[in-house]
């Protein structure tokens, strides 16, 4: 990932991926993924799971994560966009939901689209640093969204962006990773406890502490199930003070184990 004056770019990447290859995506920023051959199997955080053919293409908000695995020889982009601003001030809706959605929606190729690809695909043959080009690329996709697509299609595909403030959902899921409770995100947001539980319910239509659970539950469980990183490093990184609380969590709001969780993975595997 690039970094200037830091400010992370917008980066495009090209992913090449064999039958039962799996990639594993995590951005801080914003990225919209084009699936240009094959077919994938999507796995998000917050559970879904979703399988998505060639020629559609898909939106992943900042601070999601997802695990692409292909159900056959599959290549797609993903290009990052750093400037949300210029993002929301194009998709601006006059109705929008107040709390954060979770439907998985994904548009077809049309014809501009298909030509914004080949000309990707050109940089990528002549060995152009497209990278240098991609905050003016990502702006251009906007752009052809914009244009090409009506608002009800656009409406569905950002269902899972689109809110009454941006700046504050965009800090709070990029955060969320970084604290244990509603406490310290308030702290690190610079709101007072009420003040960001007041602000949290206008925005999300929940409470903070109900989000922050459910989320953490959703990464957990993706991280259990979905990677094949270690149970102790999945406790470390989700904050849990000891392994025996990490469990605790898991049997309370998961309803299984951590190795119970992952064994089902395997069995499922094995079938």
């Given at each position: 990932?690039?970094?200037?004056?830091?400010?992370?770019?917008?980066?495009?990447?090209?992913?090449?991926?064999?039958?039962?290859?799996?990639?594993?995506?995590?951005?801080?920023?914003?990225?919209?993924?084009?699936?240009?051959?094959?077919?994938?199997?999507?796995?998000?955080?917050?559970?879904?799971?979703?399988?998505?053919?060639?020629?559609?293409?898909?939106?992943?908000?900042?601070?999601?994560?997802?695990?692409?695995?292909?159900?056959?020889?599959?290549?797609?982009?993903?290009?990052?966009?750093?400037?949300?601003?210029?993002?929301?001030?194009n998709f601006r809706m006059k109705e929008l939901k107040n709390t954060e959605q979770q439907d998985f929606s994904y548009?077809?190729?049309?014809?501009?689209?298909?030509?914004?690809?080949?000309?990707?695909l050109?940089?990528?043959?002549?060995?152009?640093?497209?990278?240098?080009?991609?905050?003016?690329?990502?702006?251009?996709?906007?752009?052809?969204?914009?244009?090409?697509?009506?608002?009800?299609?656009?409406k569905g595909f950002f269902s899972t962006y689109l809110t009454n403030d941006l700046y504050f959902t965009e800090q709070v899921r990029k955060l969320t990773k970084s604290v244990r409770n509603v406490r310290e995100l308030a702290d690190l947001m610079h709101y007072s406890y009420s003040g960001f539980n007041k602000k949290f319910r206008k925005v999300f239509g929940v409470s903070a502490y109900s989000w922050l659970r459910q989320r953490r539950a959703n990464t957990v469980f993706h991280e259990i199930y979905h990677t094949d990183k270690s149970l102790k490093q999945i406790s470390t990184d989700n904050k849990f003070a000891t392994l025996s609380h990490f469990?605790?969590?898991?049997?309370?709001?998961?309803?299984?184990?951590?190795?119970?969780?992952?064994?089902?993975?395997?069995?499922?595997?094995n079938t």
């Open positions: 990932m690039k970094i200037e004056n830091n400010r992370i770019k917008s980066e495009i990447r090209f992913v090449d991926l064999e039958k039962g290859k799996q990639w594993d995506c995590r951005q801080e920023n914003c990225g919209i993924i084009l699936v240009i051959s094959g077919r994938l199997n999507i796995s998000f955080s917050d559970i879904k799971e979703e399988s998505i053919s060639a020629n559609k293409f898909f939106f992943l908000p900042a601070g999601y994560g997802c695990m692409i695995n292909a159900l056959e020889k599959s290549s797609f982009v993903s290009i990052g966009i750093n400037d949300e601003d210029y993002l929301y001030d548009l077809f190729f049309n014809d501009v689209m298909n030509g914004y690809i080949r000309s990707l050109i940089y990528k043959d002549k060995n152009i640093d497209y990278n240098f080009l991609a905050d003016i690329k990502a702006k251009e996709l906007i752009c052809i969204l914009k244009a090409s697509y009506i608002e009800e299609q656009l469990n605790e969590f898991c049997h309370k709001i998961l309803g299984a184990s951590p190795r119970q969780i992952r064994n089902k993975k395997h069995r499922k595997q």
